[in-house]
């Protein structure tokens, strides 16, 4: 089912539509969080926005937009709650990445249903066997964000091949019958994200046409790339996925940014603290704090904007991307984060006895944008040393 042209909104119409739906996720933020997910209704309005399916393939009813404008969407839908941010910039990427698998893949996910939802979780903890006809698979996967509204999930599992080969990590696309969700989601931070465990406890068996391997996903050479020629369907997978991850931490801290001058500067000052009866607005140190939050959602924006962009671009040129650029992109989406993380730990720290309140916008900010930080793929010590590996001429060792 391809989008006609007449079908596909434009990037201002999808703008405005996630801008209009942003203060009733921003009041539902609390219900979110006490709910450990995103519920069916928040996430069937995004649906109906059309937003899910900015980077999913025309020939399956996409948009085929680029990664840099679902970054923009996410950025304007996340300000007033990072656990919907997440988990529709990663439901969305997954389309992306869903594009990377066959074209019988695709259409057993959206033949039928253009609008099927599709969670992840890539870490290969399950275990593939080879079979005739396909795979079989089981196990037990961690960090399933959003899988209580997905149809589909893409999981990570190693495929041993028999006859002495080693295990290689393989993604498999599994759909909602044969995994059963674990509800253990109780968390600090993103705690909106129903990120719960998913297992398959006896091996079921998946077609062999809904197979990537990792190593097709990060060297440009997937199956999709045979019927869907949008270049963007050739950006390294790790050149794509860490900047969605990156990016609900940016939108947080906007959203952080916003809350504090609407609830926080305007406070007096009480009891026996120096300058008692001043707004916080008149202290240089939270004059301070606020210059620098809006700097990194500039800076930060500014690094994975460009870094998207010119992976689009490498890989408009039909080249593989380089060993060297594809660390480098990794070092921004890391950076990224860190610059939020320093940001709202410095917000955060002049917001006064009220910050410490659950329902206090800035408290939640800040738990979530270092439960972000938390993440393997955009966590600076662990991507920082692989780029400094490269560059003092050492073997880089990291994910890429």
């Known amino acids: 089912m391809a989008s006609s042209a007449a079908d596909v909104p434009t990037l201002e119409q999808l703008l405005a539509r996630a801008a209009e739906l942003r203060p009733l996720i921003r009041a539902r933020a609390q219900q979110t969080e006490d709910a450990r997910r995103v519920s069916a209704e928040v996430s069937e309005m995004l649906v109906d926005a059309g937003l899910y399916r900015v980077v999913q393939p025309r020939r399956f009813g996409g948009y085929e937009f680029s990664l840099d404008d679902l970054r923009r969407l996410v950025f304007e839908v996340g300000q007033g709650c990072a656990s919907t941010a997440w988990c529709y910039s990663l439901g969305a990427t997954n389309s992306w990445f869903v594009g990377m698998f066959s074209e019988e893949a695709q259409h057993d996910v959206w033949g039928n249903t253009p609008d099927a939802l599709i969670a992840g979780s890539i870490a290969p903890t399950g275990t593939i066997r080879r079979v005739d006809g396909g795979f079989t698979i089981k196990g037990r996967w961690g960090f399933a964000s959003n899988c209580d509204n997905a149809r589909w999930l893409t999981l990570g599992g190693m495929l041993d091949e028999g006859d002495g080969k080693p295990p290689y990590p393989t993604f498999l696309l599994v759909p909602d019958s044969q995994y059963t969700i674990i509800h253990n989601w109780n968390t600090v931070g993103l705690a909106g994200t129903g990120s719960k465990d998913v297992t398959i406890d006896a091996e079921v068996f998946v077609p062999g046409h809904r197979s ?20 963007m369907y050739r950006i390294p ?39 008692s009866g001043s707004t916080l607005a008149q202290f240089g140190h939270v004059q301070s704090a606020l210059a620098e939050a809006e700097a990194a959602v500039d800076a930060a924006q ?24 594809r660390i480098e992109f990794r070092r921004g989406h890391a950076y990224a984060v860190r610059l939020c993380v320093g940001a709202i ?33 955009v966590n600076w010590h662990a991507v920082s040393t692989m780029y400094g590996q490269m560059r003092l001429g050492l073997p880089p060792r990291g994910q890429y």
């Not at 609900?248 to 504090?260: C, K, Q, S």
């Not at 690094?303 to 060297?324: M, P, Q, T, Y």
Request: net charge negative; no cysteine; charged share 20%.
């Open 302 to 325: 500014l690094i994975l904007g460009r870094d998207l962009r010119l992976a689009a671009e490498l890989s408009e040129r039909d080249d593989k991307v380089s060993v060297a650029q």
């Open 212 to 231: 990537v391997s990792f190593a097709q996903a990060l060297n440009q050479e997937t199956p999709g790339l045979a019927v869907n020629r949008n270049p």
């Open 237 to 275: 997978f790790l050149s794509g996925f860490p900047p969605m991850l990156a990016n609900p931490a940016v939108t947080a801290l906007r959203g952080a940014i916003d809350e504090f001058l609407e609830t926080v500067a305007p406070r007096a000052t009480r009891g026996a603290f120096t300058g």
């Open 345 to 377: 730990n410095d917000l955060y720290d002049v917001v006064g006895g009220t910050g410490i309140s659950l329902n206090n916008g800035v408290q939640r900010a800040w738990r979530d944008i270092n439960a972000v930080a938390h993440h393997i793929s």
